[in-house]
């Protein structure tokens, strides 16, 4: 893999991968501003695919799939990030139309992409899981961006204009701090006058993040969906941890693994589910965002088992915390979290997504080899010294349950 920058200063990571058919471009774009209207990042990305100056989005659609093409845009937390795929071939003809998509996207659409946006959640939003997931990412965000679910979208994007997304779009294009990561079997020199062809006009920025810091939890909250015809109760339980910057991540993703991330093996499908019986679906969750991460654990149970999940919930974490897990448990995390790993990396997309990102945040594209080392180097003293630094701060509690079973569980009075 080898560094390189292009002219207009977007740095670009390049990885042959011989015999490998398909070819990945990847680009990050930092989100460093806050939303100037709830929904707006995430309806201009939508909108990116739905006709520019030169092409209908049907135009578009048919060109891509004529050629093999797929490119693809994410709103994420703290980025945006768009994925081209296509045979080796055909980059050229990927970079074109996706130069094309950047440059010219008219955003005409707009009325209609809300509209159909509008359905889509407010389908989604049929899930009582769902609901009560987007309740938890509101009550730990509290009046952050992060905390933004669909429900919020559905209630602001009539107010987004046409100018806000061109705004945005030409704040992405012209600011944004960029990088590209492209993976496949490709002559170097080849690829980069590619790049320099088709992102001359694009700038990258490395600009200080301005967003609002996400405030911090400073005492137990629980916050409950009354929903009568729920045949389940929905339970979710977090903490705010730190991001992928800290030195406890590796602890971390072993602690998430120990707990509820390795399937049949995890604590708390043992004890919860075979055990106990509480639930089909229980599970553990790191999600390590730039301005603040969040542990969660989750259970799916019928509505009579909320104290008795909750108290599960609580002997699960007490335990982790004040008692060191065996060497087998340990190094049994250690190989699941390890191999698990190893799939990130099995495509050209994959690898290029997954690079890209650690040297996005300026971690190097090196960082899963780096990652996996401080994996196997964490001991049982620093495991229970990284859950008792975090698990002992204040929790947040989301629950969607019938409000009779929320009153016998001492949630509701």
């Not at 509480?278 to 149970?301: D, H, K, M």
């Not at 690898?351 to 300026?362: C, P």
């Amino acid at each position: 893999m080898e560094r390189y920058t292009l002219k207009n200063g977007i740095k670009t990571i390049i990885k042959r991968n011989n015999n490998t058919p398909r070819c990945a471009i990847v680009m990050h774009a930092k989100i460093n501003k806050d939303p100037a209207k709830t929904g707006l990042y995430y309806i201009m990305t939508q909108l990116f695919f739905q006709g520019t100056k030169t092409k209908t989005a049907q135009e578009l659609a048919d060109l891509m799939d004529e050629n093999a093409i797929d490119i693809s845009a994410d709103k994420k937390s703290d980025y945006i990030i768009f994925k081209i795929q296509c045979l080796n071939e055909d980059i050229n003809t990927a970079l074109e139309i996706f130069q094309d998509i950047i440059e010219n996207s008219t955003f005409d659409e707009y009325k209609k992409e809300a509209l159909k946006i509008k359905g889509e959640f407010k389908a989604d939003l049929d899930s009582p899981k769902l609901q009560a997931q987007e309740n938890y990412y509101r009550t730990i965000f509290k009046n952050h961006p992060y905390g933004i679910g669909r429900q919020e979208i559905i209630d602001n994007i009539d107010l987004i204009t046409k100018e806000d997304i061109i705004k945005a779009g030409e704040e992405i294009k012209n600011n944004a701090a960029k990088n590209i990561t492209v993976v496949g079997d490709f002559e170097k020199a080849d690829i980069i006058n590619l790049l320099e062809k088709h992102f001359a006009n694009l700038k990258s920025e490395d600009s200080a993040d301005e967003r609002t810091k996400v405030a911090e939890i400073k005492e137990p909250q629980i916050s409950v969906i009354e929903k009568e015809d729920a045949n389940q109760a929905q339970i979710f339980k977090g903490w705010q941890f730190p991001n992928i910057y800290s030195e406890d991540y590796a602890a971390i993703i072993l602690l998430n693994t120990i707990l509820g991330s390795s399937g049949l093996s995890s604590r708390l499908f043992l004890e919860l589910r075979e055990k106990q019986g509480l639930a089909y679906t229980v599970r553990s969750a790191f999600e390590p965002n730039i301005l603040c991460g969040n542990f969660s654990v989750y259970i799916g149970t019928e509505p009579k088992n909320i104290k008795t999940s909750l108290e599960g919930f609580e002997v699960e974490i007490n335990k982790i915390m004040t008692e060191p897990v065996s060497d087998e448990e340990l190094e049994n995390a250690k190989n699941n979290a390890i191999g698990k790993r190893q799939f990130y990396q099995e495509t050209n997309l994959l690898e290029a997504i997954l690079k890209g990102y650690y040297e996005f945040l300026g971690l190097g594209y090196d960082f899963e080899e780096k990652l996996t080392e401080n994996i196997k180097s964490v001991t049982k003293e620093k495991l229970t010294e990284t859950a008792k630094k975090y698990f002992s701060q204040p929790s947040v509690i989301s629950i969607l349950a019938p409000k009779k079973y929320l009153e016998e569980a001492g949630i509701l009075w």
